[in-house]
């Protein structure tokens, strides 16, 4: 590689965010809007303008809890029993109080909600229970709306600078953070008081069935940093074992998406085009109705919409070819696949970890704070379940106002130089070596395996077997891995990442000795919920250099559950009458 | 142990017609979630250096002259 920078540049800031996104942006904004004078950076490994989980824009909010349409209490009843009961009320309960603010700031910033005749927002039915699912009709402007509020806000922001780790003082306090340039190499250390972390799900961790590193779910570039720099400084990580696993559109891996097409009357359908489960919303339950039906023969699996009028049909093209994932429509027409003629077939995605869909993520509180002090996390990568889109936003904006008043009253904590020449070292060590390992090949080893041995049921054995490759590889990333240009630098970092998150993966399923949510966590050695032993978190850490994994008691709960309300999600197939 | 290159096909393609980058536009390389995208310093046009594509289209729909087209990954068409 070309030269390698010797002097490693300084930056002070009140409020340091990781990840351009959709939580970053709205958590940076809200801090500085509160307190103007605040220095707030926010630090992104792409560009702000394209960056994150809706680069292209969303087709809709799948989960509004808007007055006359849903309460605060029956959301926070919803995903409790979508979750199976590991929830932690307080944060379900304040992001549901507050994201109708938020639909109403984003409805000023210029992006539109769907309204009926009398001008009352047209929420859709998705979920078992409730009704949250509110369509954009202009969605795919969501990313230039945000950047505008953040140019007028004035946020300094840092493109093209990948964090690799967070700095924490002797006391344990956040200091700061590591980033390096994507493109030169270049080392930014930053001092800031509080850090808020936003860098999305883990979507890089199982590898697709098409075999190419780059064909995922979740944007690509969501490679799990923010889970691994959490790990690395100490904060607590939540029921990790709650994969995040998809009904996507075979091959193509993105969404079909049932949310848009539920509402016109599209529905899933196994290989007679019949119906077999209750509902299409996305659940650890519904995935595992959907694995029982390809084991019992009655696959492919398939979203079906031939039925529908052609008009009808249209609409929902005019939604699914232009936001979110826009070049679904050139795959479908790659293989001749008309919506009116053909269903559409479907596949159960590799594993990731996800809270924004799922439950697996950085344990934070109502206020987004870690477990770390000066820590926050917001978005898919903290663990408030099921949580979306509009819960990025709007957890992203409790963290933002939480951080500006917590650096009001708090100075830098001090780190130890020692640790950011440790990390240069680490960071550079592959762009040293004149050959090895290039970082695709690390990777995909990686992930390979984590689809041998890691994708649900799980067992235990293929998990200790798993543990032992993975240390294999570890061995080789650490001593033979090579980079031989900046970008490559980027991979090599982000396969690190990877690593990580699938160690993660193993040490919390291996933990959870029973099984839960559904396919997500589905143990064949412990085929059954233990609610006696496990209904509980499980928080995994590091600890005196170690992975290790904790349970901690489920807060009581604010809105409470009555027994017949339990299991509605385990009741997803469909029964014949008598 | 060398490095051997493994020829794939890319699914990003610039009609260098269009393309603009030799008078200074850089929308899309800026503009790449994965950052794949380079100006080339043979011909100054835009094209995807690495193989690296989540077929997310930001390139093309921000192209000022139309220039960029995304198909989807060979391995996944």
């Known amino acids: 590689m070309g030269d390698i920078p010797d002097r490693v540049s300084q930056v002070d800031c009140d409020i340091l965010v990781i990840g351009g996104g959709t939580a970053g942006p709205m958590a940076a904004y809200k801090a500085k809007v509160k307190n103007p004078k605040a220095r707030v950076v926010l630090l992104e490994k792409a560009n702000v303008k394209r960056s994150g989980a809706i680069c292209m824009g969303m087709d809709g909010l799948n989960n509004a809890v808007i007055p006359g349409h849903a309460t605060p209490e029956q959301y926070v009843k919803e995903i409790t029993i979508a979750n199976d009961g590991i929830c932690d009320q307080a944060p379900v309960y304040k992001y549901a109080e507050r994201c109708f603010e938020i639909i109403q700031e984003l409805d000023k910033f210029g992006i539109r909600f769907l309204k009926d005749e009398k001008g009352d927002f047209d929420v859709k039915k998705v979920h078992h229970i409730g009704t949250y699912v509110l369509p954009m009709p202009n969605g795919d402007t969501v990313k230039k709306a945000l950047y505008r509020q953040l140019r007028r806000a004035q946020i300094l922001i840092s493109n093209r600078y990948m964090a690799t780790r967070l700095l924490t003082g002797n006391d344990g306090r956040i200091a700061g953070a590591i980033a390096v340039n994507t493109r030169t190499a270049e080392f930014l250390v930053f001092r800031a008081k509080s850090v808020i972390l936003c860098l999305g799900a883990a979507g890089r961790l199982g590898l697709p069935s098409s075999g190419y590193l780059f064909g995922t779910y979740e944007n690509a570039a969501n490679s799990g940093d923010g889970y691994a720099m959490a790990y690395h400084a100490g904060a607590g990580l939540a029921n990790l074992e709650c994969f995040q696993i998809n009904p996507l559109i075979k091959d193509y891996n993105g969404p079909s998406c049932a949310y848009v097409a539920g509402p016109f009357g599209g529905y899933t359908a196994n290989n007679e085009g019949m119906r077999f489960i209750e509902c299409d919303y996305w659940s650890g339950q519904m995935m595992l109705e959907f694995y029982n039906e390809l084991q019992s023969g009655k696959g492919p699996v398939f979203l079906k919409l031939d039925h529908l009028a052609g008009e009808t049909i249209g609409e929902i093209e005019s939604i699914l070819h232009k936001v979110e994932r826009p070049t679904r429509g050139r795959f479908h027409e790659g293989r001749g696949t008309d919506y009116r003629h053909r269903m559409i077939e479907m596949h159960i995605s590799e594993i990731g970890f996800c809270s924004g869909h799922s439950a697996s993520g950085v344990f934070v509180d109502e206020y987004a704070r870690t477990t770390v002090d000066g820590l926050y996390a917001a978005g898919d990568m903290a663990n408030v379940p099921h949580n979306y889109m509009l819960g990025a936003f709007t957890n992203g904006a409790i963290a933002g106002e939480h951080a500006v008043d917590f650096v009001a009253e708090t100075d830098f904590a001090e780190f130890d130089p020692a640790d950011v020449a440790a990390e240069c070292q680490r960071v550079l060590a592959p762009t040293l070596r004149e050959d090895g390992i290039p970082p695709n090949q690390i990777e995909f080893k990686t992930r390979r395996f984590v689809n041998d041995y890691l994708q649900p049921p799980k067992v235990t054995r293929k998990y200790e077997l798993a543990a032992d490759r993975f240390a294999e590889i570890r061995d080789d990333l650490d001593h033979g891995m090579v980079a031989r240009d900046p970008h490559e630098l980027m991979r090599a970092l982000e396969a690190a990442s990877i690593l990580d998150c699938a160690d993660m993966a193993v040490c919390a399923s291996l933990f959870r000795a029973e099984s839960r949510w559904g396919l997500y966590h589905y143990r064949t050695d412990f085929p059954d919920k233990d609610n006696d032993n496990w209904f509980c978190h499980t928080i995994l850490r590091k600890q005196d250099g170690r992975m290790g994994c904790e349970t901690r008691p489920v807060a009581p709960y604010i809105v409470p559950i009555a027994d017949d309300e339990r299991d509605a999600y385990d009741k997803q197939r469909i029964r014949r009458q008598a | ?77």
């Open chain 2, 1 to 77: 142990m060398p490095l051997a290159n493994t020829p794939t096909t890319v699914p990003v393609v610039v009609d260098e017609d269009k393309c603009i980058a030799d008078k200074g536009c850089v929308v899309c390389v800026d503009v790449c979630p994965l950052d794949v995208l380079r100006i080339s310093e043979l011909t100054g046009k835009a094209y995807m250096k690495y193989d690296e594509c989540w077929y997310c289209m930001p390139c093309e729909a921000d192209c000022p002259t139309g220039a960029v087209k995304v198909n989807i990954p060979y391995l996944l068409r």
